[in-house]
């Protein structure tokens, strides 16, 4: 059984930093992407970051381009993504999320989900 738990959101103010854990158990076939999503209240979920995990390719969303990092340490299964120079607008549930069928973009093509974690960037 695939299991995702987020850790690591928090309330910062405006150009913090925050970096955001997903353990990952279970995950093991069909390991094709990894990554991150986000919710704001009243907004669809957004995909934020992506790792294609056999080529280690890293995708990011243009809102989050430069300023977020996306890792995964794969001795330990755990994905990463560190946030720096956070904005207001960045503020949102973020989910970590695996096994993927079709485009990446869409949270709908992604089988297996975390909780998630709050992120909060006051002004």
């Known amino acids: 059984q695939v299991q995702l738990v987020e850790s690591g959101g928090g309330t910062v103010q405006t150009g913090g930093s925050l970096r955001l854990s997903c353990a990952v158990s279970?995950?093991?076939?069909?390991?094709?992407?990894m990554g991150w999503f986000r919710q704001a209240p009243g907004k669809e979920r957004e995909g934020v970051a992506f790792?294609?995990?056999?080529?280690?390719?890293?995708t990011y969303s243009e809102s989050v381009k430069g300023r977020f990092t996306l890792s995964l340490d794969n001795a330990n299964d755990t994905l990463y993504l560190h946030m720096n120079n956070l904005r207001p607008e960045d503020t949102a549930m973020y989910y970590c999320a695996a096994d993927v069928r079709g485009n990446i973009w869409d949270a709908r093509n992604f089988n297996y989900w975390g909780q998630g974690t709050q992120v909060t960037v006051s002004s």
């Open positions: 279970g995950y093991t076939y069909r390991r094709n992407f």
């Open positions: 790792i294609r995990i056999s080529r280690g390719d890293i």
